[in-house]
């Protein structure tokens, strides 16, 4: 009996069962803390929260604190308490050798075998339930009546003298049985929407895990591709490393050719001096007048030798083939690798604002102070400092590079023709109809529809790779950096053609950047 009270002292009063979690009030009061959460959920939008024991009011949604002490003590009895409820439940009528009990009796708070069961059965006011030796859990911690009456507004279990006196006197309670039905009710709903949920969750999982198989099998097959690209570029490297050779070998040996006859020349040329040489030294030793004056051969001695001339390698020619050879194989490998150069892209004057500098290459756009000359035409940016590409995108996949100037304030992005010219919604970004990754104030982000979100790069982006997928309805930024890093990727079903856009402003600039490659699907 001393465990039961204490079991009564240490069970929630909400829940009628052993503190779990317990929390205090500043009132003082105790309670499980899922129990307390929940009456305090519905006592939610009143105005005023109380505590269901007491009735103290708050004005604001009182603090939890953990009753750490009585949580130890809870522990403890609640160990005491499985060890005693462990054994079996014996019939508290059998008095020579107990039988184990089939029914306990909340009224009568007794365990009875099938013999006694039998003759109590013939009160029919009592409640029976499975055998147990806590009938504590069962009755009212006031009034020691059995619990047959829930109360909604304060989550509590209650006997017929709580529903008639006390806090609970007027509040609306039902039987036990019809909450319960209420309550099963209620969970079969929850159960039918959270198993709704698992299956949905299943199959995204299993949506994801087939994705990353799809990847895996992607990332495998292009691995290979690029192995083998790799390889061809080796193969082909020697191919033309042996084209540049074998030009110089060629002059080499042309040139080679061109000394042996040389020398062949002067070496005649020497025998024949060194013949001439000797004739002229004997007339020169002779002491007759008549011989040595009537000599003609010698008066040829004093010929004019002609400089030789031996080509040279021609180094400019070995550069233009090892240019052909380094080109060829570019253009090979960007076949290969479904790159096809295309025209470079020029920016359109025509939508360029009066405080955006173009160059005459139509290529780099700079913010000025100088307001430049230009005619007003539709087409024409008058808000903000921006500028169109003339080119535009309405299919296929593509790519182009830009760099960008270390102040300032920059947009680089895409945008559809139909974007308005005037007004706030004019801006990259400011709308549904641009897409832009942009540096304002030295911090990055993407913009789309007025939504900025920001992003940190390891490092300062001086050049950017921007990839669109039209069909596929994929925009991605790239930092073009010592290592390549992706920055984001716009997802969107693409309506209108795009055409490049930048907003540059306090001194900023943009410069494109070689071709727009084409790539094939």
């Known amino acids: 009996m001393a465990l039961a009270a204490l079991g009564e002292e240490l069970s929630c009063s909400i829940c009628l069962n052993l503190y779990t979690e317990p929390v205090s009030l500043r009132c003082g009061h105790n309670f499980c803390r899922d129990c307390i959460v929940t009456a305090l959920d519905t006592q939610e939008g009143s105005g005023v929260y109380s505590c269901p024991e007491c009735r103290e009011e708050y004005v604001e949604r009182p603090p939890l604190e953990k009753n750490r002490k009585l949580c130890n003590i809870v522990d403890n009895f609640r160990s005491t308490q499985q060890k005693e409820e462990s054994g079996e439940v014996l019939c508290t009528y059998c008095v020579d050798s107990p039988l184990g009990a089939v029914k306990s009796c909340l009224h009568c708070e007794t365990s009875m075998c099938d013999k006694h069961l039998t003759a109590h059965n013939k009160t029919v006011d009592h409640v029976l339930v499975e055998p147990t030796l806590s009938f504590s859990s069962k009755k009212c911690s006031i009034h020691k009546e059995l619990l047959k009456y829930f109360c909604s507004k304060d989550v509590v279990c209650l006997c017929a003298s709580c529903c008639l006196v006390g806090e609970h006197k007027g509040h609306e309670v039902e039987p036990l049985e019809e909450a319960l039905g209420k309550k099963k009710e209620k969970l079969r709903n929850v159960l039918e929407k959270m198993s709704m949920k698992k299956e949905t969750t299943k199959k995204e999982i299993q949506n994801l895990q087939d994705q990353m198989r799809i990847a895996e099998e992607k990332a495998d097959d292009e691995k290979k591709r690029v192995t083998a690209l790799f390889e061809d570029m080796r193969r082909q490297l020697e191919v033309q490393e042996q084209r540049v050779l074998s030009e ?64 040279d390698l021609d180094d400019f020619m070995i550069s233009l083939v090892l240019h052909r050879s380094i080109t060829d194989l570019i253009t090979n490998m960007q076949l290969k690798a479904n790159f096809n150069i295309q025209d470079a892209m020029d920016l359109d004057e025509k939508t360029a604002h009066r405080f955006v500098a173009i160059s005459d290459d139509l290529r780099r756009a700079s913010d000025t102070e100088t307001q430049q000359i230009r005619p007003k035409l539709p087409q024409r940016f008058t808000t903000y400092s921006q500028v169109m590409s003339m080119e535009s995108f309405s299919h296929w996949r593509h790519y182009w590079e830009v760099e960008v100037g270390d102040c300032g304030d920059w947009d680089v992005g895409v945008c559809y023709p139909s974007i308005e010219r005037d007004g706030k919604e004019s801006g990259i970004g400011n709308n549904n109809k641009s897409w832009s990754f942009c540096k304002t104030e030295n911090e990055y982000g993407y913009l789309h529809d007025s939504r900025k979100e920001p992003l940190y790069p390891e490092s300062p982006v001086q050049r950017l790779g921007i990839y669109l997928d039209y069909e596929g309805g994929r925009l991605s930024f790239y930092q073009l950096s010592d290592t390549i890093r992706h920055l984001h990727t716009f997802t969107t079903t693409f309506t209108e053609p795009l055409h490049a856009a930048f907003y540059i402003d306090k001194g900023a600039w943009v410069n494109l950047i070689g071709p727009v490659f084409f790539i094939k699907p």
């Open 248 to 311: 110089i070998s060629r002059q080499v040996e042309e040139v080679s050719l061109s000394v042996d006859d040389l020398i062949k020349q002067l070496e005649i040329q020497k025998d024949e001096l060194s013949r001439k040489i000797g004739h002229i030294e004997k007339l020169c030793n002779m002491t007759d007048p008549i011989t040595v004056l009537q000599d003609q051969e010698s008066d040829t001695g004093e010929q004019n030798v002609e400089e030789s001339y031996v080509c």
